[in-house]
Every structure is written in structure tokens, then in C-alpha cells.
């Protein structure tokens, strides 16, 4: 049981160039989210899913897409990067909403990502 | 508009002694409440939570207090260990049917031996 995957580790994109982040989990997890971190902001939520074939917006979504054709695999896309999107990338999953006794999540290790 | 603050950057703590992290938020809706611990190059991880319904939730050395009238919430850790040392998140989510996490901006706990 690997829990949340993400891959790369480490990524360095020049503005304008395009990207996936890569995120995976093995737990049957209903719902799936993207985080950023930057410094003194905490993390903020980008998309998320709450099953294959639904995505929605959360708090920082400009610059990014997403999709969600398995359960297992929830890819983010920067189509054109800049360097406001240099930061921390996390992914999440957990069970979904009602009916869960918590919406504890459960976290990748992250990506590093930075723009130049 | 910061819906959850955590106004500590950082919090230094004797080995042993307790340690005592503050969260205060600003939405009524919230009624969920998660605290993260993480390591650097980590992802945050579980640490414990709380509904709005309990003042007060227990699990080993790790004890969160909510107080709803003040909108405010403490993690408290007795006692502190070394390994305790990582950036403490507190977290919100409001409604029964959803999985939409607010953080707070972190807190810093150092614990010296």
C-alpha cells in the first residue's frame, strides 16, 4: 500500500513551458485534491475531485487544469508556467463527505516546483 | 481574507514541558476542525481533529481544545518530545458533505533537549 504518489520530486520549468504533475493513490479514495504551499500562506486549495469524471475549482485555480479519468490518478496541468506558480505541490486524497467520519486527508510527499 | 490564522510563526518548547499551538478562524460555517503535522520535504500528515459538537478531543499526548464562542482552537502536546519538532497546520472544513480544507498558515514548534 504506497498511499499518495507524486511525481517528480523536483521540477524546473521555464515561463511559458508546459507541465503534468503526476499524483496517484491505491486507497479507493473518492475524493482527490491539489494543494500549493508558499511561504506564510499556508496550503491553498487548487482543484478537486470527488469521483472520476468530476473536477472543481478551489481557492487558487487560475493556470491550472485537471482531470479525473480513474480513481486512481488525478494529473495537475500548467499549460503555459509562470513564475508566480514557483512553489510546493501536494496532493491529497480521502474518503468523500457524507456518511465519512472525518475529511481527514491523506498527503504526497510533494512537488517542488520552480519557474524561471 | 486569512479564514484561519495561526498568528504563532513559531514556538520554541523545552523538552518535557507542554507545548501549547493556537488556531483562531473567522468563518461561523466551520464546523470541522484538523490539525497537520509536517516534516521538512514531507507531506503534512493526520495528527488529530475535532467536530464542533465536542470541546474537547483526546488521543495520547496530543489533546485540541475548541472553543466556538471564541472561534479558537489549541493543540496542546504533554510533553513535548524532540521528535515533536515540525510545522503544526491547523486546518477547517465546513458542512457535512464536504472534503474542502481551509489551512491555517502553519506554526513552527522547535523542542529543545
Known amino acids: 500500500n504506497a498511499g499518495v504518489t507524486q511525481t517528480p520530486k523536483f521540477q524546473v520549468l521555464k515561463t511559458g513551458q508546459s507541465m503534468t504533475l503526476q499524483c496517484a493513490q491505491d486507497?479507493?479514495?473518492?475524493?482527490m485534491s491539489w494543494y500549493r504551499q508558499d511561504p506564510g500562506m499556508g496550503l491553498r486549495l487548487i482543484h478537486y475531485?470527488?469521483?472520476?469524471?468530476i473536477t472543481d475549482q478551489g481557492e487558487v485555480p487560475n493556470g491550472y487544469n485537471v482531470s479525473r479519468s480513474t480513481t486512481e490518478d488525478f494529473p495537475l496541468r500548467l499549460l503555459s508556467a509562470a513564475p508566480s506558480q514557483t512553489s510546493v505541490y501536494f496532493c491529497?486524497?480521502?474518503?468523500w463527505g457524507q456518511g465519512t467520519l472525518s475529511p481527514e486527508q491523506y498527503f504526497g510527499p510533494g512537488t517542488r516546483l520552480t519557474v524561471t | 481574507d486569512q479564514q484561519v490564522k495561526q498568528n504563532s510563526p513559531s514556538l520554541s518548547v523545552q523538552e518535557g514541558r507542554i507545548s501549547i499551538l493556537n488556531c483562531d478562524y473567522t468563518n461561523s460555517m466551520f464546523d470541522y476542525f484538523l490539525w497537520y503535522k509536517k516534516y521538512p520535504a514531507e507531506g503534512p500528515t493526520f495528527l488529530i481533529s475535532?467536530?464542533?459538537?465536542?470541546d474537547k478531543n483526546e488521543d495520547g499526548r496530543f489533546t485540541v481544545f475548541l472553543n466556538k464562542s471564541a472561534k479558537h482552537l489549541s493543540l496542546h502536546i504533554v510533553p513535548s518530545q524532540p521528535g515533536d519538532s515540525a510545522v503544526y497546520f491547523c486546518?477547517?472544513?465546513?458542512?457535512?458533505?464536504?472534503?474542502?480544507?481551509?489551512f491555517g498558515t502553519g506554526t513552527l514548534l522547535a523542542v529543545q533537549p
Open positions: 486507497m479507493n479514495h473518492e475524493y
Open positions: 475535532i467536530s464542533s459538537i465536542k
Open positions: 475531485s470527488v469521483g472520476a469524471g
Open positions: 486546518a477547517a472544513s465546513a458542512g457535512e458533505a464536504t472534503n474542502k480544507l481551509i
Open positions: 491529497a486524497s480521502s474518503y
